[in-house]
């Protein structure tokens, strides 16, 4: 069974960090471009980086660009985000997402599964 | 950036209707859009990708179209476990970008 487990969400202050990690099982991580995904309370959702292709390029959203990273850690089948000078617009609960398609057949760059999430709050 | 508009915001059917969901974009997108389900407390599920194909075990009540700018996703006869809310995302371009949603209720 495919499972994608995150976690590191919680309350941080404005100008803080925090790292995300999601850990995935049941396929091979290696083979699949991966995103994080958010979605702030109430709202819909906004796409936050991701890797794409065999070569792993990554790509960010411009509203958190220069401030989040995304990485891989292969052996690990673990994905991570790390966000620094949060805002309060960073408030959202975090998804971690694989691509439909795998590297030897096709990167679509939408996504299935989803991980349930892990939430982020910016406040003092 | 390519911005996909949802449209209507809410849908009010009854179960053994029909639904229509719209998705707009800014630009041509070809055929690289996806719809997704969402209910509450729970993470988004592929339904339609590449705007016409199901996802895996989805019911062939949902029924993806269009191309370039214009998209449908259409329930044809609602069930009681559909009402939810619908996103679509295109991937034709970077930044990969989500409509604003569409909740379809009782």
């Known amino acids: 069974e495919v499972q994608l487990l995150e976690s590191g969400g919680g309350l941080v202050q404005p100008g803080g960090s925090l790292r995300l990690s999601c850990v995935v099982s049941g396929f091979t991580f290696s083979k699949y471009a991966m995103s994080w995904v958010r979605q702030a309370p109430g709202k819909g959702l906004e796409w936050v980086s991701g890797f794409s292709g065999s070569n792993s390029k990554t790509y960010y959203a411009d509203s958190v660009k220069g401030r989040f990273t995304i990485s891989r850690d292969n052996p690990g089948n673990t994905l991570f985000l790390q966000m620094n000078s949060l805002t309060a617009a960073d408030t959202a609960v975090y998804y971690c997402a694989r691509d439909v398609g795998d590297y030897k057949t096709r990167t679509y760059n939408c996504f299935d599964p989803w991980g349930q999430g892990t939430l982020v709050i910016v406040s003092s | 950036e390519i911005v996909l508009t949802q449209s209507p915001a809410t849908l009010s059917l009854s179960p053994g209707e029909r639904a229509t969901l719209s998705c707009r974009a800014s630009?041509?997108?070809?055929?690289?859009l996806a719809w997704y389900q969402q209910k509450p407390g729970q993470a988004p599920r592929l339904l339609i990708y590449d705007a016409i194909n199901r996802a895996t075990d989805i019911p062939v009540r949902f029924t993806g179209g269009g191309s370039g700018t214009d998209f449908t996703l259409t329930i044809s006869s609602l069930q009681p476990e559909d009402f939810a809310v619908y996103h679509c995302q295109q991937y034709g371009n970077w930044p990969l970008t989500f409509g604003g949603g569409t909740k379809v209720e009782i």
């Open positions: 630009q041509s997108v070809g055929r690289y």
